[in-house]
């Protein structure tokens, strides 16, 4: 099984970018869908992105769409999520999750990340 670890989050201030990435490391990370989640205090984790094994297919969250871009890099075993025009709503904490298909829910990725803080400053 992959293990997933999280980094690059940190305090922006609004309209500001930041990126975030998850190494994988322990599986064969191509096989794997990944995900993107957030969870702000007091609230459910939800989707923002996620891209299928081959990077071909990208999905977003409406709230995120045309903000931020999903990529991977298999050979280096990462996900990336850019992150622009970044909002006080944006503050959560951000979890990279992988999974057999690139879908929008969370019950469908088996392993997650410990995930990284965001907080955007308005």
């Known amino acids: 099984q992959v293990q997933l670890a999280e980094s690059g989050g940190g305090l922006v201030q609004a309209g500001g970018s930041l990126r975030l990435s998850c190494l994988a490391s322990g599986g064969t990370f191509s096989w794997y869908a990944m995900g993107w989640f957030r969870q702000a205090p007091g609230k459910e984790r939800e989707f923002v992105a996620a891209?299928?094994?081959?990077?071909?297919?990208?999905y977003y969250d409406d709230s995120v769409k045309g903000r931020f871009t999903i990529s991977r890099d298999n050979a280096k075993n990462t996900v990336y999520l850019q992150m622009n025009s970044l909002e006080a709503e944006d503050t959560a904490v951000y979890y990279c999750?992988?999974?057999?298909?690139?879908?929008?829910?969370?019950?469908?990725?088996?392993?997650w990340g410990q995930g990284t803080q965001v907080t955007v400053s308005s």
């Open positions: 891209i299928s094994q081959s990077g071909g297919n990208k």
């Open positions: 999750a992988g999974g057999g298909r690139a879908t929008t829910l969370k019950s469908e990725y088996e392993q």
